[in-house]
Structure formats: C-alpha cells, structure tokens
C-alpha cells in the first residue's frame, strides 16, 4: 500500500499511526525504514537490508539475503518517502514476490506503479465551511491545538474564529504548514498571523528534517524530482486561478512562444508527484501552499508577464465566446462552463489592469456582465466596470458597452441614479451601433420605470423596440424583453389586457429562442396579470413554470421575487402555514445578495403584506416567527420545490 500524496500533507505521521495501530497484527512487528537522506535508487535495498539486519553473503545478492532473512516471517515493512527513489520500484515489487508474508507501506508523493499496488491519497484536513464550523473542523483544530501548546488561549475568542478560518483555508489544510505557522502564535495572534504568513513558514521545530521545516524546503524537495518541462509546466500553473481544465491549460501554453511539448503527459506527471490534484469531472487544481510556489517559481523565472498575458488572452476569448449564449438556449451550459472559470476570469481583468490594458478588462466587463447578473455578483462587475471607466481611453463602443455593464450591475443594486446616467453615457459613446443604442435605450426606460414615470418609460421602451428590430438577431433578446416591460407598463397603468398581448409576445420570443431567462421575466408579468384578473389558478401556473426555469439557471434574485409571489398565492387560497416560509426563503436569498434584485418587476407591497398578516393571525406570532426562520434556514433549492407543491419539504 502505498500512501500519495502532496509534501506536508501527514504521509508519514499517519504511516507511523497505522504501523503503531496494527503492530500486534504482525508477528514479527513493524520495520521502518527512512528513504529521504537516500540519493540513489540502488541504495534502497540496502537500506532495506541494513534496517532489517541482513547478513550479507558474497553469493547472494541484496534481494536474496533480505529474503532469506524474512522468510517464513509476517513482517510490515514501512518505507517512508519513496518518492525521489522511484526506480527502485521493481525491487520492491520482487521483494514482496520472493516473500509472500511480507506487507509494505510506503509513504511517497507518487505512486510506486508496480503491480499489486494499492494507492491510497492522502488528503489535507478538512476546512472550516458553513456546514462545519471552526471548532469542528479538523484543520482549526490542529492550528488551535499546536497554537495553543505555545501559547494558552491562543484562538478562543469568538473575534478570533474569521482569522483561523482564513489561515486554514489559506494554508489549504496542510498539517505541516498549520504546525509551521501555529509556532509563531507565542508572537502572533490570530489576525496578525493571517498577515504574516509567508514569514511564520520560514522556521519549524528543529527535530524535524531540513527538507520540512520550512513550507519553501518542503516544496523544493517535490521541485527537485522533476524534469525541466514538467518544472517549466508547474511555473505556468502558477497563474491559474480557483483551478483549471486540461483544455484551458493548453489553450494557455498554446499561447506561449516556447510552447513545444504536449501538456498532458506533463500534466499527468505532476498528478502523481502530488503537486497537482483532480477537482472532479476533467477539472485540476493545486492546493494553494503549492499554487504559491508556483506563482513564486514564475516570477523568479521572469515568465510572469509573459504567462499572465497568455492566461488573459486565453480566458478573454473564454468570456465573449460564451457571453451571447446567456440570452439563449445554450444558457445553462453557458453557466457550467463559466462558474468553475470565474476565479480565473476575475484574475485575468485584474492582472489586465494592473498591465495597463484596460480594454481588455473593459470587453471582459461587457462579456461577463450578464454572468454577474445571473449570478448576483453584483459589486462585483460594478466595481470593473466603473473602474475600466475611471481609467478612460478606451474606444468609443468599447467605452459604451463598458457603461451598459456598469449601468445594468448598479440597477442591480438597486442605485437607479447611477444606472440611468451609465445607461446616458452608453447612447452618448455608441457611435450609432444599434445593438449598444437598443440596450441604452431600453435601460434609460428601465430607470424610468423603476422610477415610476411610466409615460417616459413607455416611450423608452418602444424606441428600444425599433432599434432592436434594426439591429437584428443579435437584439432579438432586447427586443423580446422591451415588449415584456411594455407590459408592465400597461399593467401599472390598468389595461391587463394590453399587458397580456405586450408579455405573451416576448414570452413567444424567449420560447422560440429557448431562452429561460426572458421566459420567467414574462413568467413573473403573466402571473400579475392573472392575479389582477382574479384567476389564482392560472397565475399559480405561471409562478410554477418560472419556479422550474429558475432552478435550472440558478438564477436567486428570480427565485426570490417568485417565492414572495408564490406566498400571496398560497394566503389567498387559506394555506397559510405556508406563507412564513417561503417569505422566509426570499428574505434570506436577498440578505445574501445584498440587493433587491430585478428592479424591473413590479410586485404589489400591500399583497405580500396582507398574506403576511393573514398568516400571523391564523398561525399565532410564535408560531409565525418559527416557520419565518425556518424558511430562512432552507436552500433555495428546498424553498423552490416548496414552491413547485412538495408538501414533504
């Protein structure tokens, strides 16, 4: 059995722990023998032979005198740190066949690949999340042990639990770096430990080999074993961000001027030296003492500018291929790919920032804005874009479509004063591009809606009609969309019917398309029709179709609005046990997000207040305020199928 896996991970401690708790398994006990200090492959049987005190004979070779001293025993032979020593695997594996009753564990960061090898990966210790918290988690509690031998009380304060959280996570759960900087908490405490890092690494104990007392020592040991691509390969890692795919990190190499060799086999040999691990599905990540050292390994080689315009390059192209597919059929996919790839994305603006690239940063803005839309990454997208913006320079329609993505994240965040002048600066930069006019003008009605000047809005929207027309197939999604808030219009000012006929020929549009996204915004409008026509059923189907589509897009702030929907619904039926929790769910969805959402939807305040004080007097305050916090407590998942009539949930 051989233990993998990444240096500082605890290989060898936990074969020491499985060696002491099975000694009594083996009749003739447990042999350890230390690789590390070992620089040949040809010396391991020897060091086998001397640990086990075989006497030599001039006609035997290394293998046949320690099989002749074994023979016949039920031995566990532990060799610890193989990895340097890989090519002495064929020697082991003739050992383990010349003596039947032997057992080897071998500690390695690599696997041995010999035949009737079992690989066990050692994993780092578990994090603090918001499932586990600090005083549960594996990794807090190794930091907050060893801290605390060195230095009483170190961690316990309540004040404390962010900053140990953030080291754990920071130092990946990786026993040998949590012990390294827990030595420095006799100095240190918690916050100020989390900002010196990479200096509490320097030094450990001084009983433990050099090659691990320091984080540095640890990975140069692994560094050492390989070859100049793969080290060359490793460097290149160092820019990746939250992980990667094997098709990203060739499309990056591609870009390089040295790009020469094929990048999966090296890839692969970085896999089994444990430097890089499997994330699930095709995706790769490194844990991020290593990632570190890569980025370190980079910057000293001088390849870091060179790597990081690659990786910019390379996820830029990611970002606009896959932008127009959030406006169609092709939007959940479109979502799968970019969700693992926004860490990466987020780097590749910044580092074009800090390179003076600011357009490049700018048509990332406008590629992922509806991204941060969908996803309620609102501040985010706000703060590059108006960032893009501040810098200036930039082309007059790269300048434009830069405030579109300002102006949609503000509304998001519900300042409609600064979407609406964003949204004024698009149309003044668009240089008579009617894809950029049409969605100027549509935003400026937008802004007027949500406003409540609904002449100005009306007429915002239908101007926004004809460009889009203009523009064509590209601002069909515009187009659909300002008949849908036609709608609203005309259902604010009265006319349900008008409403109807405005939201079913953009709902016509978004189906054809396959597009849930303007689906579920004329969803939410059908629904206040039907409600304003006094027919629950219908606007039931409507709440629930939505409810669907938003599931498969994952879109929170969507769900929200329909949950609230939903609990007027559910209060004028008589279920009213209901309505406190999903109420509940959309409170909490919206205290995550941090905004209101879809400032363009018209909810009527005064319902969901009377379904909220039905349901308190039916049910009684306490009563109200459990089933209040327990919708708060649920998934949005739950909270939806609550919503779709799951009465179980």
């Given amino acids: 059995m051989t233990l993998s896996g990444p240096g500082g991970v605890g290989k060898t401690r936990l074969a020491l722990a499985v060696a002491a708790a099975v000694r009594d398994r083996y009749a003739d006990g447990v042999t350890l023998v230390e690789l590390a200090p070992l620089l040949e492959p040809a010396a391991v049987l020897p060091a086998v032979a001397d640990a086990l005190d075989a006497t030599g004979a001039s006609e035997r070779t290394v293998v046949e005198d320690v099989v002749e001293r074994i023979r016949g025993q039920h031995l566990l032979l532990v060799l610890d740190n193989v990895e340097h020593l890989l090519e002495a695997a064929p020697d082991v594996a003739a050992l383990i066949e010349a003596a039947p009753d032997l057992t080897v564990l ?16 050692v994993e780092p210790l578990g994090l603090p999340s918001a499932s586990t918290p600090v005083s549960e988690s594996p990794a807090a509690r190794l930091l907050l042990d060893r801290a605390g031998a060195v230095s009483p009380g170190w961690g316990a ?8 959280a953030a080291t754990c996570a920071r130092l990946a759960g990786l026993p040998l770096a949590l012990e390294l900087a827990a030595a420095r908490a006799r100095l240190l405490d918690p916050a100020a430990l989390l900002d010196r890092l990479d200096t509490a690494l320097q030094d450990g104990p001084r009983d433990l080999p050099a090659r691990q007392r320091t984080m540095r020592a640890t990975l140069d040991w692994s560094h050492g074993l390989l070859d100049a691509d793969e080290r060359r390969l490793l460097r290149l890692l160092g820019v990746f961000v939250g992980g990667f795919t094997l098709e990203d990190l060739e499309g990056v190499a591609g870009r390089l001027d040295d790009a020469t060799q094929p990048v999966a086999p090296l890839l692969e040999a970085l896999v089994e030296h444990s430097l890089v691990t499997t994330a699930g599905g095709a995706r790769f990540r490194m844990l991020e003492p290593v990632a570190q050292y890569a980025r370190s390994l980079l910057v000293e080689a001088g390849e870091w500018e060179q790597a990081t315009a690659a990786h910019g390059a390379h996820y830029l192209v990611l970002a606009e291929t896959t932008g127009p597919r959030y406006r169609d059929g092709g939007q959940i996919a479109a979502l799968a790919r970019i969700d693992p790839e926004h860490p990466n994305l987020t780097a590749a603006a910044e580092r074009m920032l800090a390179a003076g690239d600011v357009e490049g940063a700018a048509r990332m803005a406008w590629a992922l804005w509806l991204y941060w839309w969908l996803r309620g990454h609102h501040a985010h997208g706000r703060r590059l874009a108006e960032t893009v913006l501040a810098r200036g320079g930039l082309p007059d329609d790269v300048h434009a479509r830069a405030a579109l993505a300002a102006a949609t994240t503000s509304f998001a965040m519900d300042d409609v004063d600064a979407a609406l002048q964003w949204w004024e600066e698009a149309f003044r930069h668009s240089v008579g591009d009617p894809v950029i006019d049409c969605n100027a003008v549509a935003g400026i009605g937008l802004a007027f809606l949500a406003r409540g000047d609904l002449e100005s809005a009306r007429e915002r929207f239908t101007d926004a009609l004809a460009l889009a027309a203009e523009a064509g197939e590209e601002s069909e999604w515009t187009w659909a969309l ?14 349900a019917d008008e409403a109807a006929r405005r939201v079913e020929s953009g709902l016509a549009s978004a189906r054809r398309r396959n597009d849930r996204l303007a689906s579920y915004i004329a969803l939410y409008n059908l629904f206040q029709v039907e409600l304003a026509r006094g027919d629950r059923a219908r606007a039931r189907q409507h709440l629930e179709e939505g409810l669907r589509l938003s599931l498969e897009t ?15 619904i559910e209060a004028a039926e008589g279920t009213v046990s209901r309505v406190p929790l999903l109420l509940g769910a959309a409170q909490a969805i919206r205290e995550a997000m941090g905004s209101r959402g879809y400032g363009y939807y018209r909810p009527d305040p005064d319902a969901v207040a009377a379904a909220e004080d039905a349901a308190r007097q039916r049910l009684g305050p306490d ?3 459990d089933a209040l916090d327990a919708g708060r407590a649920m998934s949005s998942y739950d909270a939806a199928h609550l919503g779709l009539g799951d009465r179980r949930r």
């Avoid at 960061?109 to 079992?118: C, I, K, Q």
């Avoid at 300002?482 to 006319?495: F, N, S």
């Avoid at 994952?554 to 007027?568: M, P, S, T, W």
Wanted: no cysteine; charged share 25%; net charge negative.
């Fill in 106 to 121: 071998a500690t390695s960061r690599a696997p041995l690949r010999v035949r009737g090898e079992t690989e066990v990966g």
């Fill in 157 to 164: 304060d309540a004040d404390d639990e962010q900053a140990v």
């Fill in 482 to 495: 300002a008949h849908i808030w036609l709608g609203t219009v005309a259902l604010l000012l009265g006319d």
């Fill in 554 to 568: 994952g879109d929170q702030a969507n769900l929200a609005y329909l949950l609230d929907a939903l609990a007027v």
């Fill in 623 to 625: 009563r109200y305020d």
